[in-house]
């Protein structure tokens, strides 16, 4: 009658509900018979089916609640919105199927999604603190906003160390910058300075010790002394610039040049403007150090700004010489990528880029043209075109720049220089230089290009380098079969073939490095593309080390050319140590090759400006990761997770393209390298 609260005490959780099986067996279910539940049930043992006498557990029906379905709904549109943002012109349906490069090939085609109306404020012009720039990075980490240098003849009297482009020398002034791309020299430093943070350091203290190169002046003011002897130096130059540049880009006429300037009546501003570059340059070849300083001061008061209100054709070739050649000689490569492109145009305003359309009046003049040994006008000025065509080429090969219309078939006929003899080794120099271009011009505008190149087409542009240079006349190709008038034009020849196909092989090798693969997932191709990117690297060592001659214009493009061929091998020392089981034969090669560079650059020194710093730098980083192979220090990544390259930063990435900047251009080695001039 009373009641038990002790009732309500808490007792231990019962046991989980067995999980209910059906009443009937599997077999009586089958026979559609009354089934006991026995086990066996007395069915299946009058049917002498007991072994088959089995029940089955029920399934247990979820109903999916509204709540549940409207979560999977939220949760599937807003990865729909994600690819609609990703693949603005795709539909979901033609993304099936596709592989994760095919996807990542549409999103470098189309790298700019686009953002609905109402997150812009429905303005159609953009905001004039947010420009539009389609490549806000460049190589070199800078926005396009902040992209600005200074390679005037303003700056102190010194012979510049080093620029943006180039990255000969890494101690510059932080205010020159420029737009390049993933050809570019600066890529491949930076990638070598995140595999091993210790040569950057070592770099950046070699800097702090690089001192400026004063340009010594004359003691006797220009121009004054004995007439004599001024003109006997100016002859002098003149024969140096015609015996070893003038092979390399024949565009003047030189029993023309000589007669005029030996006759001294021709005072108009396009001739004294051209005859000062020639003896600039060609004081550089007779191997002066200072010489050419003055006479490109007066080359300079003939080509200002008012030189391209008169147009001829010895003011163009004036520029092109200024532009193509001793611009690049004072580490200006930005001005004379500038003074080039007004080349260009000052070109086509003359008509170059047109054949001429004049008809042959009579069969004597057509008999004196065909007998004629000499180079006519018309000559002259495809030869010029032509010129100008192959020095604007040679100059962008490293820029990543677009090619900027330098030869379109549809609007330019202008045809290749002719053979005025059977032994015209100029022409024959042009005309390989200008195939060569042509190559090399496809190439350039592929990488200027949003979408990566892909490894087909650079094994394809590959081949046709490699069929170019197998069809190549014997004189450009031999030593043993070559005038000692072409040396220096075939080695250029030979530098500029081997580079590019460098640019080529490690472009892609850099594209692999943004992504996550492991070396055993490369595929042949990719391992084909690493191994041919190493034997042109030591191709290239060999040959400068083997075919240099003791020649200021030769050492200068060898030893640039050498530079560039060391990054490779200091790649791959760099990849191989950063891995738990490095390639023993790899570090061996690229050590030899990078030995034998060091030796070279040795040899060189003598008839090397002052100012490159080449040497210098490869050496830095080679003691830096050879120590770093010795245990001295560690890589980024030594475990054993690490990807092909060894590392791999989420830094790296901008849009569809890598961030080189974000290795060299950090706050804490900028007071190193950019140090004031």
Not at 416 to 437: G, H, R, T
Not at 466 to 482: D, H
Not at 514 to 536: F, M, Y
Request: charged share 25%; hydrophobic share 35%; aromatic share 8%.
């Amino acid at each position: 009658m009373f009641h038990n609260f002790n009732s309500h005490k808490k007792t231990s959780p019962s046991p989980p509900a067995p999980a209910r099986l059906n009443k009937s067996c599997s077999e009586c279910t089958r026979r559609k018979v009354k089934c006991d539940g026995g086990h066996p049930c007395s069915s299946c043992t009058y049917y002498k089916v007991s072994h088959l006498c089995s029940y089955r557990q029920r399934n247990k029906r979820n109903a999916v609640s509204r709540s549940t379905l409207e979560e999977v709904s939220d949760r599937l549109r807003s990865r729909n919105d994600i690819l609609e943002q990703l693949f603005p012109d795709k539909a979901v349906d033609e993304l099936i199927g596709k592989s994760r490069d095919e996807l990542l090939d549409i999103l470098r085609v189309n790298p700019s999604p686009k953002l609905p109306t109402g997150e812009t404020g429905g303005r159609s012009s953009p905001d004039p603190e947010v420009v539009d720039d389609s490549a806000q990075v460049s190589e070199n980490g800078e926005t396009a906003a902040d992209r600005q240098w200074d390679e005037s003849s303003h700056q102190p009297p010194v012979l510049q160390a080093g620029d943006d482009i180039n990255a000969i020398n890494l101690a510059t002034d932080h205010h020159r910058r420029s737009y390049l791309g993933v050809t570019s020299i600066s890529a491949i430093l930076r990638a070598v300075f995140r595999l091993c943070p210790s040569a950057k350091c070592r770099v950046a203290e070699q800097a702090k010790r690089w001192p400026e190169t004063p340009i010594q002046p004359q003691p006797a003011p220009f121009l004054s002394g004995d007439l004599g002897t001024h003109l006997l130096k100016e002859q002098r130059c003149i024969d140096f610039y015609f015996e070893h540049v003038h092979p390399i880009i024949p565009m003047l006429d030189e029993e023309d040049f000589r007669a005029s300037y030996s006759l001294g009546h021709r005072k108009d501003p396009g001739w004294l403007g051209l005859l000062n570059m020639v003896i600039t340059i060609g004081s550089i070849a007779s191997g002066s150090d200072t010489l050419h300083e003055q006479y490109y001061e007066q080359a300079r008061t003939f080509l200002d700004l008012d030189s391209f209100g008169a147009g001829n054709l010895e003011s163009l070739q004036a520029l092109c010489l200024l532009g193509g050649l001793y611009l690049h000689y004072r580490n200006a490569p930005n001005m004379a990528y500038a003074v080039l492109g007004a080349a260009h145009r000052v070109a086509i305003a003359l008509g170059l880029h047109r054949e001429s359309r004049r008809r042959i009046t009579s069969i004597a003049e057509a008999e004196a043209n065909a007998k004629s040994t000499v180079v006519s006008r018309l000559e002259t000025r495809r030869r010029t075109w032509w010129s100008v065509f192959c020095l604007d080429t040679w100059a962008s090969m490293t820029l990543g720049r677009p090619t900027c219309g330098r030869w379109e078939p549809s609007t330019m006929d202008t045809n290749s220089p002719n053979l005025v003899a059977e032994d015209d080794y100029m022409a024959i120099s042009l005309s390989a230089s200008i195939k060569f271009c042509l190559i090399c011009n496809r190439i350039q505008h592929r990488f200027a290009q949003f979408n990566r190149l892909t490894i087909s087409e650079a094994v394809a542009f590959d081949q046709e380098l490699q069929a170019w240079y197998t069809t190549l006349p014997s004189v450009l190709r031999s030593p043993t079969n070559s005038p000692s008038r072409l040396t220096i034009a075939r080695e250029f020849m030979r530098n500029r073939y081997l580079n590019i196909r460098l640019i080529l092989m490690r472009s892609l090798i850099l594209y692999l490095a943004q992504s996550r693969i492991q070396k055993a997932q490369l595929s042949t191709e990719e391992l084909h593309i690493i191994v041919t990117c190493r034997a042109v690297a030591s191709e290239t060592i060999d040959a400068i080390a083997l075919y240099w001659t003791p020649n200021r214009i030769h050492v200068w493009n060898s030893a640039w050319y050498l530079f560039q061929a060391c990054m490779v091998p200091l790649l791959s020392i760099a990849i191989e140590t950063s891995r738990s089981d490095p390639n023993a034969e790899s570090l061996i090669s690229a050590r030899a090759s990078l030995v034998k560079a060091l030796e070279t650059f040795s040899e060189m020194k003598p008839w090397m400006r002052a100012s490159d710093r080449g040497p210098d730098i490869v050496a830095a980083i080679f003691e830096a990761i050879t120590g770093e192979a010795e245990g001295v220090g560690r890589t980024p990544s030594q475990d054993g997770d690490s990807n092909f390259f060894g590392w791999y930063d989420e830094q790296l990435t901008f849009g569809t393209e890598l961030d080189w900047g974000s290795f060299l251009m950090d706050e804490d080695v900028q007071g190193a390298f950019f140090t004031t001039q």
